[in-house]
């Protein structure tokens, strides 16, 4: 990853996708088709306009190499023309990043890259607060449930919600097999593999609380008994934040103002007339 500085003053951190083969490679050929890099292009910009936290596309360039992929994982394998997309994100730090380093035993590390991240990236935080990782998980957790909310507010499903695609910082990042709602499906899944449907759009809130969950068991080799307790008590706190968020907005796509206890009613009762149309 290389860095990038805006006119702003902010930094932004470089990434190729489709470049080929790195040391962090795993089995792929690190290639990625035309079609795929278009559609991350596109989308990542759009999500942009639209308001949602995201990585962005700087350029698409079209390689010379073909790329062999199995499209519909049918087993029809064809040569596709490749591309290269140069990617920007604030920081392509992921749940992930952590979670490798905690299973590992790796806890130094651990520490090191979690203050190197707190430092860059969330500011609000102290380095000499000895609650700061406790403060960094709060931070995650509200974060987390306010870009799903806004993920469902446009009925946008990811399509691969694992630890490692899930950002630290709370943006979108890695779009793969995602794909919009044409009309409100809660099970609408837009990726061909997902056979188990694991990642419907109706299940990214519970799919977000399972990484948060993963992000919690990376943390606590570095906290103390009284921080893991309140550590928990915050994850508890996930579903009401994630609950608030999606009434907010859909409360604002409806035009209704003001607080009534029929709000959540009506917009349950607006989805399932949408379902059943």
């Given at each position: 990853?290389?860095?990038?500085?805006?006119?702003?003053?902010?930094?932004?951190?470089?990434?190729?996708?489709?470049?080929?083969?790195?040391?962090?490679?795993?089995?792929?050929?690190?290639?990625?088709?035309?079609?795929?890099?278009?559609?991350?292009?596109?989308?990542?910009?759009?999500?942009?306009?639209?308001?949602?936290?995201?990585?962005?596309?700087?350029?698409?360039?079209?390689?010379?190499?073909?790329?062999?992929?199995?499209?519909?994982?049918?087993?029809?394998?064809?040569?596709?023309?490749?591309?290269?997309?140069?990617?920007?994100?604030?920081?392509?730090?992921?749940?992930?990043?952590?979670?490798?380093?905690?299973?590992?035993?790796?806890?130094d590390l651990l520490r090191r890259l979690l203050d190197f991240i707190i430092q860059?990236?969330?500011?609000?935080?102290?380095?000499?607060?000895?609650?700061?990782?406790?403060?960094?998980?709060?931070?995650?957790?509200?974060?987390?449930?306010?870009?799903?909310?806004?993920?469902?507010?446009?009925?946008?499903?990811?399509?691969?919600?694992?630890?490692?695609?899930?950002?630290?910082?709370?943006?979108?990042?890695?779009?793969?097999?995602?794909?919009?709602?044409?009309?409100?499906?809660?099970?609408?899944?837009?990726?061909?593999?997902?056979?188990?449907?694991?990642?419907?759009?109706?299940?990214?809130?519970?799919?977000?609380?399972?990484?948060?969950?993963?992000?919690?068991?990376?943390?606590?080799?570095?906290?103390?008994?009284?921080?893991?307790?309140?550590?928990?008590?915050?994850?508890?706190?996930?579903?009401?934040?994630?609950?608030?968020?999606?009434?907010?907005?859909?409360?604002?796509?409806?035009?209704?103002?003001?607080?009534?206890?029929?709000?959540?009613?009506?917009?349950?009762?607006?989805?399932?007339?949408?379902?059943?149309?």
């Open positions: 990853t290389d860095f990038y500085f805006c006119r702003h003053g902010e930094r932004w951190e470089l990434q190729l996708k489709g470049s080929g083969k790195t040391p962090y490679s795993r089995n792929g050929d690190g290639r990625a088709v035309l079609r795929s890099s278009v559609r991350e292009f596109l989308c990542s910009e759009a999500m942009h306009y639209l308001g949602i936290p995201t990585s962005r596309a700087a350029s698409l360039v079209v390689s010379d190499d073909d790329v062999w992929r199995d499209q519909f994982y049918n087993g029809n394998i064809k040569k596709e023309r490749g591309a290269i997309v140069l990617r920007l994100a604030k920081s392509w730090f992921r749940i992930g990043s952590l979670e490798i380093l905690a299973h590992s035993g790796e806890l860059e990236h969330f500011p609000s935080i102290a380095m000499n607060d000895s609650n700061r990782y406790l403060e960094f998980f709060s931070t995650v957790v509200s974060e987390t449930a306010n870009l799903i909310s806004l993920w469902m507010s446009v009925g946008f499903a990811h399509g691969v919600c694992n630890t490692d695609n899930f950002s630290l910082l709370s943006i979108t990042i890695d779009y793969g097999p995602f794909g919009f709602m044409d009309s409100y499906d809660p099970n609408f899944v837009p990726n061909t593999s997902d056979d188990e449907r694991r990642y419907k759009i109706g299940n990214q809130a519970n799919v977000g609380l399972f990484n948060l969950s993963k992000l919690l068991q990376a943390l606590k080799p570095l906290l103390d008994p009284r921080q893991k307790q309140l550590a928990s008590q915050i994850l508890e706190g996930y579903g009401e934040h994630y609950y608030s968020r999606f009434t907010e907005l859909f409360k604002t796509k409806l035009g209704l103002l003001g607080e009534n206890e029929n709000d959540s009613y009506l917009i349950a009762f607006l989805l399932k007339v949408s379902l059943l149309c």
